[in-house]
């Protein structure tokens, strides 16, 4: 099953390295955190233009999930910061 959302792309500065990121919206999150691994990460593939990528949803540490946006992705796609992006993704197996 493929889930769909839109989602602004933040960057989040509290690292070494800072990283970019989009919040999943906790109500499409929240019926797949029975498949998370024992860290919370949700196995899925993802999807944003025309750029496909392994990946998980992230925990946030606050019960939600959000998707980091690899720099490789954010150039072939011509993202930034604030952009609004449409998100596909599917759960994969771990």
């Known amino acids: 099953m493929t889930e769909k959302f839109t989602g602004t792309i933040r960057v989040f500065e509290d690292c070494d390295a800072p990283w970019w990121f989009?919040?999943?919206?906790?109500?499409?999150s929240q019926p797949?955190?029975?498949?998370?691994?024992?860290?919370?990460?949700?196995?899925?593939?993802?999807?944003?233009g025309k750029s496909s990528w392994p990946s998980s949803?992230?925990?946030?540490g606050d019960g939600t999930h959000c998707i980091a946006v690899p720099a490789?992705?954010?150039?072939?796609?011509?993202?930034?910061?604030?952009?609004?992006?449409?998100?596909?993704?599917?759960i994969r197996e771990r």
Do not use: H, Q, W
């Open 22 to 28: 989009v919040p999943v919206p906790a109500k499409i």
């Open 57 to 60: 949803l992230l925990p946030s």
């Open 32 to 48: 797949y955190k029975p498949l998370a691994t024992n860290f919370g990460f949700i196995p899925v593939t993802l999807k944003v």
């Open 72 to 90: 490789k992705i954010r150039k072939a796609e011509n993202i930034k910061l604030g952009d609004k992006l449409s998100i596909e993704f599917e």
